[in-house]
């Protein structure tokens, strides 16, 4: 049986809850333009591994997947810059932004004039670091979604998805739903620079961009990445 000492020194050096993830956020990141975006500021991390890091320590769990709302990724950055300089994409209309991150491609959308965002993300700090990024940029149309879009169709005019081919199983769902949502007459957009699990057969490529991003978490400090729609049914 431990004694009550021992007992404190354990709970001293235990991980501690992040109660307050907009708290977190703001101490562990700063806000700055975004490279391909500058038109856009977002709270973003210096560097990737301590971070990473500081976040499996606060939660108290190793092995979890990279804080991706602390960094403007590729596929992200090339949707956003494409949305801002073709406005008439979203311009008036209501706009899913689908596994938001920091929410950077649903400003970017706003921003272009979309009438309602919606940045769908089922990480909660994801969420506060939206609604954090979408104070900082005046997007006050921007909504963080808690819920788990994946496979709904709630009418949604305008589709955007940065960077969502890391896992083959994840990916073969994503890319069949948003396959169905454009077939049904919804505009479907995706960024991504060629991650393996792209399905290039079946979509178009639109436009190019060569983005800036960290070679920490890229293989290259610019990285060629391509805005593509489904090819039609």
């Known amino acids: 049986m431990s004694s009550p000492d021992e007992e404190s020194s354990r709970d001293d050096v235990s991980p501690r809850r992040i109660e307050d993830p907009a708290a977190f956020i703001r101490a ?3 806000p700055r333009p975004v490279p391909l975006v ?11 591994v301590p971070i990473w890091q500081r976040t499996e320590e606060e939660l108290g769990e190793i092995g979890l997947p990279p ?17 801002l ?12 932004d689908f596994a938001s991150g920091s929410g950077l ?8 004039g979309a009438r309602a ?8 700090f994801a969420r506060a670091a939206i609604a954090l990024n979408a104070e ?5 149309a921007v909504t963080p979604c808690p819920d788990d879009v994946l496979g709904r169709d709630e009418g949604w005019e305008v589709v955007l998805a940065g960077d969502i081919a890391y896992e083959r199983d994840l990916a073969a769902r994503v890319f069949a739903w948003l396959e169905a949502l454009a077939a049904r007459g919804a505009q479907v957009w995706i960024g991504d620079p060629g991650r393996s699990y792209l399905p290039r057969e079946r979509l178009e490529k639109l436009a190019e961009y060569g983005v800036p991003v960290s070679r920490e978490l890229e293989d290259s400090e610019i990285k060629h990445t391509a805005v593509w729609r489904p090819k039609p049914a």
Do not use: C, M
Not at 85 to 96: F, M, Q, S, T, Y
Not at 105 to 112: D, E, K, P, Q, S
Not at 117 to 124: C, G, K, R, T
Not at 136 to 140: H, M, P, R, W
């Open 28 to 30: 562990e990141t700063r």
């Open 38 to 48: 500058p038109e856009v500021r977002l709270y973003l991390a210096d560097e990737a």
């Open 67 to 83: 804080p991706f709302w602390a960094f403007a990724w590729a596929g992200g950055q090339a949707l956003a810059r494409h949305v």
């Open 85 to 96: 300089d073709h406005p008439e994409i979203v311009a008036g209309k209501r706009v899913l």
């Open 105 to 112: 491609v649903a400003i970017a959308a706003r921003l272009a």
């Open 117 to 124: 965002v919606e940045a769908a993300d089922i990480d909660s």
């Open 136 to 140: 900082l940029n005046g997007a006050d």
